[in-house]
């Protein structure tokens, strides 16, 4: 079975970065797309950032021009690096992949900016 472990995350003040990772505990053939996303108490999931298997971006504007999305095709990991961090960032992260038929969900990182 496959499984998407996450790291990264952490408390850290206002300014700072991280770097959550999510990597797959065995191969996974044909992903369509990477993502992720955070949900904080009390509010809907929302989606955070993406990479498609071609390798188009999208981020929402929130996090636009502060956070960036990659992968490591080959360990079949998806990166969120994120900068300059704000109060409203925190939150609990979660990365997904997509693989026809497949949808795999990471155990989710918490991640928690102080001011």
């Known amino acids: 079975q496959v499984q998407l472990v996450e790291s990264g995350g952490g408390l850290v003040q206002a300014g700072a970065s991280l770097r959550l990772s999510c990597a797959a505990s065995?191969?996974?053939?044909?992903?369509?797309?990477m993502c992720w996303y955070r949900q904080a108490p009390g509010k809907q999931r929302e989606l955070v950032a993406e990479?498609?298997?071609?390798?188009?971006?999208n981020y929402a504007d929130s996090v636009s021009g502060r956070f960036t999305i990659s992968r490591d095709n080959a360990k079949t990991t998806v990166y969120l690096q994120m900068n300059t961090l704000k109060p409203e960032d925190t939150a609990v992260y979660y990365c997904?992949?997509?693989?026809?038929?497949?949808?795999?969900w990471g155990q989710g990182t918490q991640v928690t900016v102080s001011s």
């Open positions: 990479i498609t298997s071609g390798g188009a971006t």
């Open positions: 997904r992949v997509f693989a026809a038929p497949y949808n795999y």
């Open positions: 065995g191969r996974v053939f044909g992903i369509a797309f």
